[in-house]
């Protein structure tokens, strides 16, 4: 069982950053791949980044490859996702994620086996 925990997210004016963090607790051992995924009101949840567990594998979706970075501190099992340039089309309630399957369909959320309970972003014009 792996628990986690999203922090970070809140009200930003367009142009501005934020910063996410998950936490994950529990057990994990193995294979694992680390995600975030984002969904705006009466929007499909949709994928914005993933990492593996070492960190030599990373993917971003086009919409926000050049402008978010994700990264991992195994030490604290924590991942972040660090956003800038932000824009209103980046408004949603942003997820992380984690599955314990190697790197595979890591767009789909079905992929993943674990979620946290999202944390809103609000990007402002």
């Known amino acids: 069982q792996v628990q986690l925990v999203e922090s970070g997210g809140g009200l930003v004016q367009a142009g501005g950053s934020l910063r996410l963090s998950c936490a994950a607790s529990g057990r994990a051992f193995g294979s694992y791949v680390m995600g975030w995924f984002r969904q705006a009101p009466e929007k499909e949840r949709e994928f914005v980044a993933a990492?593996?567990?070492?960190?030599?594998?990373?993917r971003y979706a086009d919409s926000v490859k050049g402008r978010f970075t994700i990264s991992k501190d195994n030490a604290k099992n924590t991942v972040y996702l660090q956003m800038n340039s932000l824009n209103p089309e980046d408004t949603a309630v942003y997820y992380c994620?984690?599955?314990?399957?190697?790197?595979?369909?890591?767009?789909?959320?079905?992929?993943?086996?674990?979620w946290g309970q999202g944390t809103q972003v609000t990007v402002s014009s």
């Open positions: 994620s984690f599955g314990f399957r190697g790197w595979g369909d890591i767009v789909s959320s079905a992929f993943y086996d674990y």
């Open positions: 990492i593996s567990r070492g960190g030599g594998s990373i």
